[in-house]
């Protein structure tokens, strides 16, 4: 008997195409992956009816099976955010990605009728022996969620929440996948722009959200999973936390909050893996926090909400895209 110890942990991803919920392609590296924790849910259906003259449960009832989960990660390229927002395009300079929204009439190029890319993720727990590992495959994921953290004096963070179709369990041989060895994306080559083209060099922290509201679709079709993962309204958001000065405090305040100017908003995010531009478009305030505490420094906590998001990429992956 032996333990399963996290040192042997592995999550890796393969692209879908074709047909939702269909695997192909070799595996592929996400990040530096912190967690990964599924969420698998049988939907038990506990029965009772009248005249089986006692008090308990007299039966039971599979009900639908829902998938879900989340995943943190030190990210090393951008191509969870791409599924995030929608569309990843390529430019005619290999290592330059553009990633466009989609929405409910517009397809994506490797499965049609879907307007969000899918893939399935691989769970993996290596004991060393073939047999007694424990690997699950989630098929059909689909990014329901994205957040990524700016903090200071730590690595950029994403946490990804997502919904898959089905899962699969076996104990056979864990293949592995090579690491990307380039240094992950930091705090201190990262920039908030608001607006876009002047710096705000006083943040200690934000982050950006993307939610996609996926709505399970579980339909009478002689099946427990969902056939679809349908994505319904999408919610940005962008929050920042910034140490209260007087060359953007009242502007912040009496413009953007009071006022309700709206305005655009860009992160710069520089790395050795590369460079990332996200671009925030007719962005609103709508919460600032300014309390005044009885000593220390002054915080100013801004609540913005963009109504468009695009992003350009630029590092030396020639293609995020599979096919």
């Known amino acids: 008997m032996s333990k399963y110890i996290s040192d042997q942990n592995q999550l890796v991803f393969t692209y879908e195409s074709g047909t939702y919920g269909t695997g192909s392609g070799t595996r592929q590296w996400i990040g530096m992956v912190q967690d990964h924790t599924p969420d ?170 993307v939610n996609n509201n996926l709505e399970a679709g579980h339909y009478n079709n002689g099946s427990r999973v969902i056939k679809e993962s349908l994505p319904i309204n999408r919610d940005y958001e962008l929050s920042a936390t910034v140490k209260m000065d007087s060359v953007n405090a009242k502007t912040f305040y009496d413009n953007y909050f009071l006022g309700g100017s709206t305005f655009n908003a860009m992160i710069q995010s520089i790395g050795v893996p590369g460079s990332a531009f996200i671009v925030m478009s007719g962005c609103k305030v709508t919460d600032m926090e300014t309390p005044s505490p009885v000593e220390g420094s002054h915080d100013q906590t801004l609540t913005i909400v963009p109504q468009h998001v695009s992003a350009t990429i630029e590092d030396a992956t020639v293609d995020y895209n599979a096919w």
């Open 40 to 209: 698998e849910n049988t939907n038990v259906i506990q029965i009772r009816y009248q005249g089986s003259t006692n008090r308990n449960v007299d039966t039971f009832e599979d009900g639908n099976l829902d998938y879900t989960g989340t995943f943190s990660y030190y990210p090393q390229d951008w191509k969870f955010l791409g599924m995030a927002i929608g569309s990843v395009g390529e430019t005619a300079t290999a290592g330059s990605h553009c990633f466009t929204e989609t929405n409910s009439d517009d397809v994506i190029y490797n499965i049609p009728g879907q307007s969000l890319t899918s893939f399935t993720l691989e769970d993996s727990k290596n004991n060393g022996t073939a047999g007694s590992n424990f690997i699950r495959t989630f098929n059909g994921c689909v990014v329901d969620s994205l957040g990524i953290t700016w903090s200071q004096g730590e690595p950029v963070n994403c946490e990804v929440g997502y919904m898959a179709q089905s899962g699969t369990f076996t104990s056979g041989i864990v293949t592995k996948v090579t690491p990307t060895t380039t240094r992950p994306y930091m705090y201190s080559k990262a920039t908030l722009q608001i607006p876009s083209g002047t710096s705000v060099d006083n943040t200690t922290e934000f982050s950006l959200t």
